[in-house]
């Protein structure tokens, strides 16, 4: 059973342009997180999707960010007209339901703007 | 509103020291804690939870984690720590209404032989 898989390790983007962040959960999960990463820093929570269902986006800049998890295919975290700021390791975790399972973490996606 | 605080930064031990990262929490139902470790450049690794059950919780690479509910603590132990164990970890509990994982700011673990 392959772990989270996220895609790309490595980003580097101009400011202004888009990223797109992708993470494929473990295989049976349902439930997707994202987490934002400052070097030097603890682990900001963002949002967190069901299949087709923003959960709690509690976490998200209000501009420019957006997440999904579709019904097939990838959960993607997209972010428009990328700032300096936004340079960060961006990881994705996967769970099954219930309250009393553990998330099993990606390798994360480390974003630099340029 | 749950939340996890680890309130150290940094924790140094000794090689083959025992070894107490703490962490204490504030929930509004029952607890569900987590611990995690990160290595440099490598997303988090699971180590071990508390659900229900024995106060003492054993996880992975003979660590393990002491449920204290009157002071709401889940403090991570080691009985003999490796210099392979220095890393940056993470306590965490899920939130009661939504489901989502909420992280402490992390306490760096440094063995030095």
New interface residues.
Partial sequence: NAGVMQNPRHLVRRRGQEARLRCSPMKGHSHVYWYRQLPEEGLKFMVYLQKENIIDESGMPKERFSAEFPKEGPSILRIQQVVRGDSAAYFCASSPKGQNTEAFFGQGTRLTVV | AQSVAQPEDQVNVAEGNPLTVKCTYSVSGNP?L?W?VQYPN?????LL?Y??GDNLVKGSYGFEAEFNKSQTSFHLKKPSALVSDSALY?CAV???N?????????TTLQVKP
């Fill in positions: 569900y987590f995690y490598r997303g988090l690794q699971f939870k659900i229900t993470f899920r939130d009661d939504t489901g989502k994982l909420i992280f402490g700011q992390g």
